[in-house]
């Protein structure tokens, strides 16, 4: 099963970089991985935040459509469904079982994702019920993708 996450942006901070490329060297160890971007608009005052959700959404769809022979997509939003670390990796296996070819994440810039992006997507998930910087969103995202496939194993990462 591959793993692809569709990202806004790109990662500015070095210690979320180094944190997020960590993590994709971890989740290597149990399937391919790969992050695809996209570039991210540049907010002004003038512009409306439905104008700028709709010119990177515009982008996502079409890094998606690209995407879109990888299996299940899921939109990180803040309505998401909301998950434990061994209820995320259960949905993970699940799609394992189920013969998913891969699964692609979906992360916003910072204003989040047009509705046009989420209605694309098989499910909407939550990282947490507090926002995060995209950044952030990223590297937490990694991780608990990472933890998934340690718990799936049985290897010894989560306790």
């Not at 990202?7 to 901070?13: L, T």
């Not at 944190?19 to 005052?45: C, F, H, Q, W």
Request: net charge positive; charged share 25%.
């Amino acid at each position: 099963m591959k793993i692809t996450f569709i990202c806004v942006g790109g990662i500015k901070s070095a210690y979320v970089k180094d944190g997020v490329n960590e993590y994709m060297k971890r989740i290597r160890r149990y399937a391919p991985v790969d992050a695809v971007e996209t570039r991210e608009t540049v907010s002004s005052l003038k512009m409306p935040r439905a104008d700028l959700l709709r010119d990177e959404g515009e982008r996502i769809v079409k890094k998606i459509k690209a995407c879109r022979g990888r299996g299940y997509l899921v939109a990180l939003d803040e309505r998401g469904a909301s998950f434990s670390s061994s209820g995320f990796a259960e949905f993970i296996g699940r799609l394992m079982s189920g013969g998913k070819s891969g699964i692609s994440f979906v992360v916003g810039g910072a204003y989040g994702l047009h509705e046009d992006v989420i209605g694309l997507c098989d499910t909407t998930l939550s990282l947490s019920a507090m926002t995060l910087p995209h950044e952030l969103a990223r590297l937490v995202l990694a991780e608990q993708v990472y933890r998934a496939f340690t718990i799936l194993k049985g290897t010894p990462y989560s306790h």
